[in-house]
């Protein structure tokens, strides 16, 4: 199970801090990807971590102005987001990616994030 939290309004510049907690699975075997969904538009993939914390990507349209990180200790990764922007608001989502699979096998609810301008 994954539980997004942190969600909300803020203005344009500002910045909110995203937590994706786990439970159900063994947390450290599982790389976990933020994802975000605008009405009408297509699910984004905006950026993952590995098992390690290592390695983060990004999606140009985030990179500079996110950073994703893990704790492991308390199964739990976070998406710090700066600068935001209207085309930032989006129902954001958390996924987990075993080691050995190609496609996410666990999703969270979302968490729904607006910025104002």
């Known amino acids: 199970q994954l539980v997004e939290s942190g969600g909300g309004l803020v203005q344009t510049g500002g910045s909110l801090r995203l937590s994706c907690a786990a439970s159900g699975f063994t947390f450290d075997d599982y790389a976990i990807g933020w994802f975000r969904q605008a009405p009408g538009k297509e699910r984004e993939r905006i950026s993952c971590?590995?098992?390690?914390?290592?390695?983060?990507s990004y999606a140009d349209s985030v990179k500079g102005r996110f950073t994703i990180s893990r704790n492991n200790a308390v199964n739990t990764v976070y998406l710090q987001m700066s600068s935001l922007k209207p085309e930032d608001t989006a129902v954001y989502y958390c996924a987990a990616r075993s080691s050995m699979a190609t496609s996410f096998d666990y999703w969270g609810q979302g968490t729904q994030v607006t910025v104002s301008s």
């Open positions: 971590i590995s098992t390690s914390g290592g390695n983060p």
